[in-house]
C-alpha cells in the first residue's frame, strides 16, 4: 500500500503560479511511476504529467506551462504550474503506479483559477 497527501492548492489569478506537492509513504519501494491528473466539473479525470525513472510525459494542454519533479527516493512528487489559465481549474490529483499494476490515489487538492 502507498498512502499519498497532497498539498499546495489554492486560488490564483490567470497568469500566476502555483506548486503542488505529494509525498508519498508506505511501499514507496513498489512505486514505479508518479503523476498528476486533474478533474473539472462535469469532465473526466484527465493526465497531467508522469515521470519515471527515465521519462517524462506532459498533457498537449500544459506542456511549456507546467513542469513535474520527483526525488531519487520517488518519495514525493511536485508539480510547478506557470500561466495558469482558468482552464486549468480542477481538483488535481497525485497517483502512483506500482510494477503490480496498482493504482493509488491522493485525496486531490482544489486548484482554481480566476480571469
Known amino acids: 500500500q502507498v498512502h499519498l497527501v497532497e498539498s499546495g492548492g489554492g486560488l490564483v489569478q490567470a497568469g500566476g503560479s502555483l506548486r503542488l506537492s505529494c509525498v508519498a509513504s508506505?511501499?514507496?519501494?513498489?512505486?514505479?511511476?508518479m503523476g498528476w491528473y486533474r478533474q473539472a466539473p462535469g469532465k473526466q479525470r484527465e493526465l497531467v504529467a508522469t515521470?519515471?525513472?527515465?521519462?517524462?510525459n506532459y498533457a498537449d494542454s500544459v506542456k511549456g506551462r507546467f513542469t513535474i519533479s520527483r526525488d531519487i527516493a520517488k518519495s514525493w512528487v511536485d508539480l510547478q504550474m506557470n500561466i495558469l489559465k482558468p482552464e486549468d481549474t480542477a481538483v488535481y490529483y497525485c497517483?502512483?503506479?506500482?510494477?503490480?499494476?496498482?493504482?493509488?490515489w491522493g485525496q486531490g487538492t482544489q486548484v482554481t483559477v480566476s480571469s
Open positions: 497517483n502512483v503506479l506500482a510494477y503490480s499494476g496498482n493504482n493509488y
Open positions: 515521470i519515471d525513472s527515465r521519462n517524462t
Open positions: 508506505g511501499s514507496i519501494f513498489s512505486i514505479n511511476a
